[in-house]
């Protein structure tokens, strides 16, 4: 399967999300920091799958399955995986089972899934 590799970021300090082009374009920026080696955020990649409506979804998101039930997303040695509360942990995530992306677990945390 070959897929964008691209990534969004939690920045821990103002809590917002942050995109793929801000996190790799560093403009006329002097501060502009390597993404990978910076601890105020927590990058997440993109899974190389989409939701019915379109939306990409990224590590630690959170999806309604074809079942209703609400997963996380997250990916472990390069195998995309998903897991909640009614589900079994580590279950392997495929293009099939990604409903609708619900929100993810820095903005819109839903308790007991993890």
């Known amino acids: 399967m070959n897929r964008e590799i691209k990534f969004r970021a939690w920045d821990k300090e103002i809590k917002v999300?942050?995109?793929?082009?801000?996190l790799f374009n560093p403009?006329?920026?002097s501060n502009y920091?390597?993404?990978?080696?910076?601890?105020?955020?927590?990058?997440?990649?993109?899974t190389g799958l989409k939701d019915t409506t379109g939306k990409e979804l990224y590590e630690?998101?959170?999806?309604?399955?074809?079942?209703?039930d609400i997963l996380r997303c997250w990916i472990?040695?390069?195998?995309?995986?998903a897991g909640g509360t009614?589900?079994?942990w580590d279950n392997y995530l495929t293009s099939t089972e990604?409903?609708?992306i619900v929100?993810?677990?820095?903005?819109?945390?839903i308790k007991k899934l993890w």
Do not use: A, C, T, W
Not at 76 to 81: E, K, P, S, T
Not at 103 to 109: Q, V
């Open 17 to 22: 999300m942050r995109n793929h082009e801000y």
């Open 27 to 29: 403009g006329s920026s």
């Open 33 to 46: 920091q390597n993404p990978f080696s910076r601890s105020d955020i927590k990058l997440m990649q993109y």
């Open 60 to 68: 630690d998101d959170l999806f309604e399955d074809k079942d209703g």
């Open 76 to 81: 472990d040695d390069g195998v995309m995986l």
């Open 86 to 88: 009614n589900k079994e």
């Open 98 to 100: 990604v409903m609708k």
């Open 103 to 109: 929100g993810n677990i820095y903005e819109k945390p």
